[in-house]
């Protein structure tokens, strides 16, 4: 769990079965549910009619099941798919690790009442790490001799013999205070949807299109001062800095084809378009630090073509919008890039603003349209070369300047894609 899993800021939900279970509860739906398979007698194993009573809120019961059926036996784990649904429901993750260790009741314990040996840690990790792998859209796998070994440093924490046991308060801190495990739960605690990310920039968008009406008197065009001088507007931008409002400015007096704005006045529309590829950068800035590295790039990009981008492309793509080169993206290098794709995809033979925009960025930006390799296949993704749907970033343009236009492409071609 160690690198393979620090290496990802969070976890990005495309699959409809993994929203599913993003849509649960802990308290309303999880636990009440575990109470009923408790009662229930607590099967090991399900079979398809013991899976659709015991998840009875679940939708395309049978499809479900196969996610967990991987071996097609028809039985699946049960303590794999109450993994999943702890930790990818809303809930307190400390609540949320006390539930999972209730599924095993460690008071039959031959080692004591409540406590925890060796094997059973093994087995509750290896059920949490099987589950999410099965439901989730993952590039990494993490294998067994790996989480042995963690699960050998757990004892080790404590010094505690392997053939001896721990307290579930031991499990619980190891959890949230030992790098690797604590990473692990946070990755699919915080998991988002596509869908949430739009709606959260959604709500953004509307809050600054409130900003402009306020500031501009209802007009359809506004002075840059009055933008730079509102205390209202730097709060919509979530802590920008001066250099980032004069940034952002400047980009708002250029029209589309980069043609400045002779009345010197900033229009509605442009100040939307500008704002929309920031919103979404703040949305994908999880640590809240203003900047991106390539693991957090991936999200980003991730978000905005629809489907998982290769690791090569990331590392490139980071690479040549670094402006300054210091390895990190900023939200302005972001936004710059993301003007000047629209800006070259309109009028390929416009000039950019920036050099590097013309020989590399910008090149890379519209030939990817015509690569069938950039984006990785899930495993459940069966398409042939050239069927892909969400591969450009043509069609990043076209998110930011319509939301809504995922709704009115066939997203059925593609498995790997949340239906909303």
Same mark, same amino acid.
């Given at each position: 769990?160690?690198?393979?899993?620090?290496?990802?800021?969070?976890m990005?939900?495309?699959?409809?079965?993994?929203?599913?279970?993003?849509?649960s509860?802990?308290?309303?739906?999880?636990?009440?549910?575990?109470?009923?398979?408790?009662r229930?007698?607590?099967?090991?194993?399900?079979?398809?009619?013991?899976?659709?009573?015991?998840?009875d809120?679940?939708?395309?019961t049978e499809r479900?099941?196969?996610?967990?059926?991987? *071996?097609?036996?028809?039985?699946?784990?049960a303590? /794999?798919?109450? +993994?999943v649904?702890?930790? @990818? =429901?809303? %809930? &307190?993750?400390?609540?949320?690790?006390?539930t999972a260790?209730s599924?095993?009741?460690?008071?039959?314990?031959?080692q004591?009442?409540?406590?925890i040996?060796?094997d059973?840690a093994?087995?509750?990790?290896?059920?949490?790490?099987?589950?999410?792998?099965?439901v989730?859209?993952?590039?990494?796998?993490?294998?067994?001799d790996e989480?042995?070994?963690?699960?050998?440093?757990?004892?080790?924490?404590?010094?505690?013999?392997?053939?001896?046991s721990?307290t579930?308060?031991?499990?619980?801190?190891?959890?949230?205070?030992?790098?690797?495990?604590?990473?692990?739960v946070n990755?699919?605690?915080?998991a988002?949807?596509?869908?949430d990310? *739009?709606?959260?920039?959604?709500?953004?968008?509307? /809050?600054?299109? +409130?900003?402009?009406q306020? @500031? =501009?008197? %209802? &007009?359809?065009?506004?002075?840059?001062?009055?933008?730079?001088?509102?205390?209202?507007?730097r709060?919509?931008?979530?802590?920008?800095?001066?250099?980032?409002?004069?940034?952002?400015?400047?980009?708002?007096?250029?029209d589309?084809?980069?043609?400045?704005?002779?009345?010197g006045?900033?229009?509605n529309?442009?100040?939307?378009?500008?704002?929309r590829?920031?919103?979404?950068?703040?949305?994908c800035?999880?640590?809240?630090?203003?900047?991106?590295?390539?693991?957090?790039?991936?999200?980003?990009?991730?978000?905005?073509?629809?489907q998982?981008?290769?690791?090569?492309?990331?590392?490139?793509?980071?690479?040549?919008?670094?402006?300054d *080169?210091?390895?990190?993206?900023?939200r302005?290098e972001?936004?710059?890039?993301i003007?000047?794709?629209?800006?070259?995809?309109?009028?390929?033979?416009a000039?950019?603003?920036?050099?590097?925009?013309?020989?590399?960025?910008?090149?890379?930006?519209?030939?990817?349209?015509?690569?069938?390799?950039i984006?990785?296949?899930?495993?459940h993704?069966?398409?042939?070369?050239?069927d892909?749907?969400?591969?450009s970033?043509?069609?990043?343009?076209?998110?930011?300047?319509?939301?809504?236009?995922?709704?009115?492409?066939?997203?059925?071609?593609?498995?790997a894609?949340?239906?909303?």
């Amino acid at each position: 769990m160690g690198n393979k899993i620090c290496y990802h800021p969070r976890m990005l939900l495309t699959e409809d079965i993994a929203l599913h279970f993003k849509s649960s509860h802990l308290v309303r739906d999880v636990i009440p549910i575990i109470d009923k398979w408790r009662r229930d007698g607590a099967d090991l194993v399900f079979g398809v009619p013991e899976f659709a009573e015991t998840f009875d809120v679940v939708v395309e019961t049978e499809r479900q099941f196969n996610v967990f059926d991987t *071996d097609r036996n028809g039985r699946i784990d049960a303590h /794999e798919v109450l +993994m999943v649904y702890i930790l @990818l =429901s809303c %809930g &307190e993750i400390g609540q949320k690790i006390d539930t999972a260790i209730s599924v095993y009741d460690f008071a039959q314990s031959g080692q004591g009442v409540g406590l925890i040996n060796f094997d059973e840690a093994v087995i509750m990790v290896n059920a949490c790490v099987r589950g999410v792998q099965k439901v989730c859209e993952m590039s990494f796998t993490i294998p067994e001799d790996e989480l042995l070994f963690h699960c050998k440093s757990m004892f080790d924490m404590y010094r505690v013999q392997h053939d001896r046991s721990i307290t579930p308060k031991q499990f619980k801190k190891w959890v949230l205070e030992d790098t690797s495990p604590r990473h692990f739960v946070n990755l699919f605690h915080s998991a988002q949807g596509i869908g949430d990310i *739009d709606n959260s920039v959604q709500m953004r968008n509307l /809050e600054q299109g +409130m900003v402009f009406q306020r @500031l =501009s008197a %209802g &007009e359809l065009e506004i002075r840059p001062d009055a933008l730079s001088n509102s205390v209202e507007f730097r709060r919509a931008l979530e802590e920008a800095t001066d250099e980032e409002m004069e940034a952002l400015i400047e980009m708002m007096l250029d029209d589309p084809d980069g043609q400045r704005n002779r009345q010197g006045m900033i229009t509605n529309d442009r100040y939307h378009a500008v704002l929309r590829p920031w919103n979404i950068f703040n949305e994908c800035d999880h640590d809240k630090s203003h900047t991106l590295d390539d693991k957090e790039v991936e999200i980003l990009l991730w978000f905005q073509l629809r489907q998982r981008p290769s690791q090569e492309f990331v590392g490139t793509f980071a690479k040549l919008i670094d402006e300054d *080169d210091n390895g990190e993206i900023s939200r302005t290098e972001w936004t710059l890039a993301i003007m000047q794709s629209e800006r070259l995809a309109r009028n390929p033979n416009a000039r950019p603003a920036l050099k590097r925009y013309e020989t590399e960025t910008g090149e890379m930006l519209l030939d990817i349209e015509n690569d069938p390799n950039i984006l990785d296949r899930s495993a459940h993704d069966e398409r042939k070369q050239g069927d892909e749907l969400l591969k450009s970033p043509t069609k990043l343009r076209h998110s930011l300047e319509n939301p809504e236009w995922e709704n009115q492409v066939d997203m059925s071609q593609s498995p790997a894609v949340s239906v909303k």
